[in-house]
RNA sequence: GAACUUGUAGCUCAGUUGGUUAGAGCGCAUCAUUGACAUUGAUGAGGUCAGAGGUUCGAAUCCUCUCAAGUUCACCA
């Protein structure tokens, strides 16, 4: 048996191989490789010859310019640069075009946190200087993101690279902001604002978190009716009592006007009937304060007839204003004891109990969102959404990803107005413009030119200051409801003007991204040529933030639809399940990964099995695992073009049954590919390549039964089914076995 | 209160328009292996596909209900 053994050994081995280790050793070649495409130019649609070809073209969801990679960015990268391979080998015309985001508050938030480190505030600085502070900040990391997205083998054109804040993109953002107005979709207007005091801006409805909180809730005499609230500080601003209209106990009450006594003062307030109030909960009364409780400004708007104005009575700050002088100024907490406190010395108060509730809370700093009256600019989001909503039932768009079309149904359906003012600098600001003559009112706050700060009403400064110096030294202004403004580029000529001092909520910019990207392109045909794009590929988590108003914002803007696709991908948990959060210590660094198990292997261990719109859990064992793909890939290249004798015929049944199969997993990678089943597409390759080609086709030419020239082909024809899962070791395999032909990652697909 | 998603091997998950014996990775057991690859190969254990009912020649897959888990939205004086 040795003896029969050794005898045939020949037949299969010819000896050393000569050009390729026995280890793929992933980072001898993944730089290199990344340089050859690179210099080829193979990201760009130019270097092929198929313009005007069907294209194919994803705008990448451009990450914080600021901000380091996450798996995450890992995840889409990797799924975006797997569609984006397959299609340019396809033959498409194809554009993977990049980009990084200014993102406002977030990185603003961050900024303000290292100048506090420096004992300094944002109120230190004047809004430019603020500004050029940010920008330079943002553009010492801007380079991170991109060099990390490279090394994860992103095929995308970075000549197209684009900044949220490029002159040319801020050009185009105006425009829409212009055209929105100019079809009356703009307004301005004194509304509730979610307003963080700790950040110092308002948010729209979606940055809003709740959080349930137990706190007390206080029950004391009203005149003659008992009232509840857990916000007894805001009583300064109440402008009437509700009851509900079939509560028995009160009908008499409704329409007239009772009095009540406080410490403070005396106070005379009408008591209206509104459904809104339940019978049941504390004592069926409530008290409405319409400039701090979003409820309660709607009762009073259906009431609007029957009760006196409002008055604010707390300021951005979280301070008390417009009240009793033992008040005033006094944070929302100490007002709150001291209203406790009057009412038990007087003998007011009946009952404080435990109330569980939930609470908005800022998004960014957790600290609970105060309901504010403040003049903003709105998005009227009906007539954007309604073209949107008959898109989707209509088919004219794909959401591929568990029920998530159902999702963006439902928030097609509810979505209030947009408020899209930002009291922030590092955004884009509004091109509005007030004309300081016809509106003497306006309060500005700034830092004038011996670096103290300012704060009054315009006309009155004037007198002291220049136009000029308060424009220079400005940190933000508000301009009252009424005020008339101008919606302008550029600062208009006639008259004394100043501009708004509110930025752009981030997500109004990048709703634009699909086409500022493409119009403000140093290639003039980018928009003709790739508008509208193929695929939108993002998670699932900023839905209604970006992919929702994208749609609405695209369509309005260039009158189509900016994608046909949106691909959704899941969030990257551990392998418990969990959240990866750096508390927890969980989270998995990309960066570590490829160092430690390649590129290709991070990617693949990402995508093989994973589904669109669900989860992905990953372990370290799967990372490893997929770098022992890799390897196992690069050894069966080795054999295949370095040991095998050439001239093994095999038998006619092997043969074409290797031929059928091979052509059925062309076919099946194929399709999957098409319908974005791209965790299932990473699976097939990957077992059709191990199990099959490996296990059991290598066999069999070992053992004469298989062609060996088929078998070779068969080799070519995996390496480009797998090019885009793991395209460095199969570039590295292809430049070590076809040194003279244009590399793999030019090639055709195979179908 | 509502919507959506999920429930398949010890763990993490695939499973395409319903179609032979339900798969992969990790883990486990036994064996093999100097010669493409120990980052390997072979064999095996391990599943009443959450449960019940229905449609069908045929159901992990479609329908109804129940149970469980998760996410999101809404409300909350």
């Not at 703009?186 to 909180?213: A, F, Q």
């Not at 104005?309 to 700050?317: A, L, R, W």
Request: hydrophobic share 35%; aromatic share 12%; with cysteine.
């Amino acid at each position: 048996m040795v003896i029969s053994f050794l005898f045939f050994k020949p037949l299969y081995l010819t000896g050393i191989i000569p050009d390729m280790d026995s280890k793929y050793n992933y980072q001898q070649f993944e730089q290199e490789i990344y340089k050859l495409w690179e210099d080829g130019k193979y990201f760009s649609p130019d270097t092929y010859d198929n313009k005007g070809k069907d294209t194919f073209c994803i705008m990448m969801p451009p990450p914080n310019a600021n901000d380091p990679l996450h798996i995450g960015h890992a995840m889409f990268i990797a799924l975006e640069d797997i569609m984006i391979r397959f299609n340019r080998m396809k033959g498409k015309d194809t554009l993977w075009l990049p980009g990084t985001d200014h993102a406002g508050i977030e990185t603003q938030f961050v900024f303000e946190k290292k100048l506090k480190k420096k004992k300094q505030s944002r109120f230190d600085f004047d809004r430019e200087t603020l500004f050029k502070m940010i920008w330079d900040y943002v553009q010492e990391n801007s380079e991170v993101a991109t060099r990390q997205m490279k090394k994860i083998g992103a095929s995308a054109d970075w000549d197209r690279f684009k900044f949220m804040l490029d002159p040319e993109i801020v050009k185009i953002v105006l425009d829409t902001f212009s055209k929105l107005h100019n079809e009356d979709l703009i307004y301005r207007s004194m509304r509730l604002v979610n307003y963080c005091t700790r950040c110092g801006t308002s948010y729209s409805e979606l940055e809003v978190d709740h959080e349930d909180k137990n706190d007390p809730l206080y029950t004391f005499q009203y005149g003659p009716l008992q009232v509840s609230t857990v916000r007894p500080e805001t009583i300064f601003g109440d402008v009437a009592l509700a009851v509900h209209p079939d509560d028995k106990r009160y009908t008499k009450y409704v329409g007239t006007k009772i009095k009540a006594s406080f410490p403070w003062g005396e106070v005379e307030l009408p008591v209206v009937a509104d459904d809104y109030v339940k019978m049941d909960f504390g004592t069926g009364v409530l008290k409405i304060t319409p400039y701090h409780d979003p409820n309660d400004w709607e009762v009073w708007q259906r009431h609007i007839d029957e009760v006196p104005s409002p008055t604010q009575v707390v300021n951005t700050f979280g301070k008390l204003i417009n009240v009793p002088e033992e008040f005033n100024n006094l944070g929302i907490v100490n007002a709150r004891k001291e209203v406790v406190k009057q009412l038990n010395d007087s003998e007011l108060m009946i009952e404080e109990k435990m109330n569980p509730h939930s609470v908005g809370t800022c998004y960014r700093c957790k600290r609970t969102i105060e309901p504010l009256p403040l003049p903003q600019f709105f998005i009227k989001v009906k007539p954007l959404v309604e073209p949107i909503l008959k898109d989707l039932n209509d088919g004219n768009f794909t959401v591929h990803g568990a029920g998530h079309d159902k999702i963006l149904k439902h928030w097609l359906e509810n979505l209030k107005d947009w408020n899209i003012s930002r009291q922030i600098v590092w955004g884009i600001r509004l091109p509005v413009w007030y004309n300081v003559d016809d509106n003497p009112d306006i309060q500005v706050l700034f830092v004038n030119k011996d670096k103290e700060t300012v704060n009054g009403t315009i006309g009155k400064l004037l007198n002291t200051y220049s136009l000029e110096e308060i424009k220079q030294g400005l940190q933000s202004l508000n301009a009252p409801e009424k005020a008339e403004f101008r919606i302008n580029e550029s600062e208009p000529t006639n008259g004394n003007w100043i501009q708004e001092s509110d930025t752009f909520d981030t997500w109004f910019s990048s709703a634009q991204w699909p086409f500022t990207t493409l119009q403000s392109s140093d290639h003039r045909d980018d928009f003709s040529r790739f508008y509208p794009t193929q695929v939108m590929e993002t998670g699932y988590d900023i839905l209604p933030f970006w992919v929702m108003r994208m749609l609405m914002i695209g369509k309005f803007a260039t009158g189509k639809l900016p994608f046909t696709n949106i691909y959704l991908h899941g969030l990257v948990r551990d392998q418990k399940g969990q959240k990866m959060s750096k508390s927890k210590g969980n989270v998995i660094n990309p960066l570590e990964i490829i160092e430690k198990y390649s590129a290709d292997a991070l990617r693949m261990a990402l995508v093989i099995r994973s589904s669109a719109g669900l989860d992905k859990s990953v372990a370290e064992g799967d990372f490893k695992a997929m770098r022992n793909f890799t390897n196992k890939i690069w050894n069966a290249a080795r054999y295949v073009h370095f040991s095998l004798e050439d001239d093994v015929k095999g038998d006619e049944k092997t043969n074409k049954e290797f031929i059928e199969k091979l052509s059925q997993v062309e076919k099946d990678v194929t399709k999957q590919l098409t319908d974005f089943k791209l965790g299932l597409a990473a699976e097939t390759t990957y077992n059709e390549f191990w199990h099959w080609y490996c296990d059991i086709c290598i066999e069999n030419t070992k053992q004469g039964k298989l062609s060996s020239t088929l078998l070779k082909e068969g080799l070519t024809k995996f390496l480009l089914l797998l090019h885009p899962f793991v395209p460095y070791v199969t570039e590295a395999i292809w430049s070590e076995v076809n040194k003279e032909s244009k590399p793999l990652i030019a090639q055709s697909w195979p179908l």
